[in-house]
């Protein structure tokens, strides 16, 4: 038995014994998992699987990348702002990956689409301001 300074042979028991006790409780967790393993309280089979809830076309929340694209779309076709037209090509793009209800926002994205692709064709391949302006 190990002797400590200042202890008595009490004192290098209890240390002992405490020990011993850490020991047994390594033993009786391990034993402990085996039971909860072996004993598990969920059940398998009662599990449900989540499905989401439907929602009419009126419920579902705005889509303001398609409203956004429409309104650059315009923008840029009618002021001829090469921005504008850009940025409708990329909130159609974001649009189209966050489309929720196919039927109803393909429409707007499909004019979306449109007045930005016209936009870019009118800004790009049209006649520029500044040869109007020198005529």
């Avoid at 499909?110 to 870019?120: E, K, P, V």
């Avoid at 800004?123 to 302006?133: I, V």
Wanted: hydrophobic share 40%; proline share 4%.
């Amino acid at each position: 038995m190990p002797r400590f300074h200042g202890s008595t042979n009490l004192g290098a028991a209890f240390c002992v014994r405490s020990t011993r006790g850490a020991a047994e409780a390594k033993e009786t967790e391990t034993g402990d998992a085996m039971k909860e393993a072996t004993s598990d309280p969920r059940q398998p089979s009662t599990a449900k699987h989540y499905v989401s809830p439907t929602l009419s076309p009126q419920d579902l929340p705005i889509d303001y990348a398609g409203f956004l694209a429409v309104v650059f779309g315009v923008v840029g076709v009618t002021l001829r702002y090469k921005l504008c037209s850009w940025l409708a090509i990329i909130f159609c793009a974001q649009s189209l990956a966050n489309m929720k209800n196919f039927e109803n926002d393909f429409k707007q994205l499909s004019m979306a689409f449109m007045f930005g692709i016209m936009g870019l064709v009118t800004n790009y391949l049209g006649t520029s301001r500044q040869a109007n302006k020198q005529r």
